[in-house]
Each structure stands twice: as structure tokens, then as C-alpha cells.
């Protein structure tokens, strides 16, 4: 099992900045490829970013590509998600995810671990 849990949604108004922090406890967490995914109200979750198990390969959303950064500290168990350029578009609940290393992670069936999801919006 590995438990996730997500930190550091908030208000933020269009063009600002946030970063999520997701922490992880339970097994090795460096074999696991990590992602965050999103929903917003009314629609269906949707791919955001992936991250490798050794953070050597990196997967973006067409929708986040050059602005929203993922990255991870495996001596700390904790995964990243630096938003900057927000729109209120970004506006959902962002989940992180864990997925056996061997899946790049870009589709939410290769997740078996899913954390509770923080909530982020952004004022126009």
C-alpha cells in the first residue's frame, strides 16, 4: 500500500503561481512512477503530468506543457507540481497518483494509489 497526500492548493489569481506538494508513506516510493491528474467540476478527470521512478523522463498535458513543471525527491517521498501562468481554466481538484515504474503514466488506469486531491482555483 502506499498512502498519498496532497498539499498546497489554494486561490490564486490568473497568471500567479502554486505549488503542489504530494507526500508519500508506505512502500519504496522510488518504484513508482508518479503523476497528478485533475478534475474539474463537471468534467472528467484529466491527465496533468508523469514523472519516472528516477525522474530521468517527464510527461505533459498539451494544456500544461511549458508552464506547469513536475518533479520529485525520492529521499523525501514527495512528488512536485510547480503551476506558474495559471488560467482559470487550471481551476480543479488535483490528484496525485502512483503507478508501477514500468508505466510512463499517462493514463489514470495505470495508477493504483490515488491521494484524497487538493483543491485549486483561479480567479479571472
Known amino acids: 500500500q502506499v498512502q498519498l497526500v496532497e498539499s498546497g492548493g489554494g486561490l490564486v489569481q490568473a497568471g500567479g503561481s502554486l505549488s503542489l506538494s504530494c507526500a508519500a508513506s508506505g512502500r519504496t516510493f522510488s518504484g513508482y512512477t508518479m503523476g497528478w491528474f485533475r478534475q474539474a467540476p463537471g468534467k472528467e478527470r484529466e491527465f496533468v503530468a508523469a514523472?519516472?521512478?528516477?525522474?530521468?523522463?517527464?510527461y505533459y498535458a498539451d494544456s500544461v506543457k511549458g508552464r506547469f513543471t513536475i518533479s520529485r525527491d525520492n529521499a523525501k517521498n514527495t512528488v512536485y507540481l510547480q503551476m506558474n501562468s495559471l488560467k482559470p481554466e487550471d481551476t480543479a481538484v488535483y490528484y496525485c497518483?502512483?503507478?508501477?515504474?514500468?508505466?510512463?503514466?499517462?493514463?489514470?488506469?495505470?495508477?493504483?494509489?490515488w491521494g484524497q486531491g487538493t483543491p485549486v482555483t483561479v480567479s479571472s
Open positions: 497518483a502512483a503507478a508501477p515504474a514500468y508505466y510512463t503514466g499517462t493514463y489514470d488506469y495505470e495508477y493504483a494509489y
Open positions: 514523472i519516472s521512478w528516477n525522474g530521468g523522463r517527464t
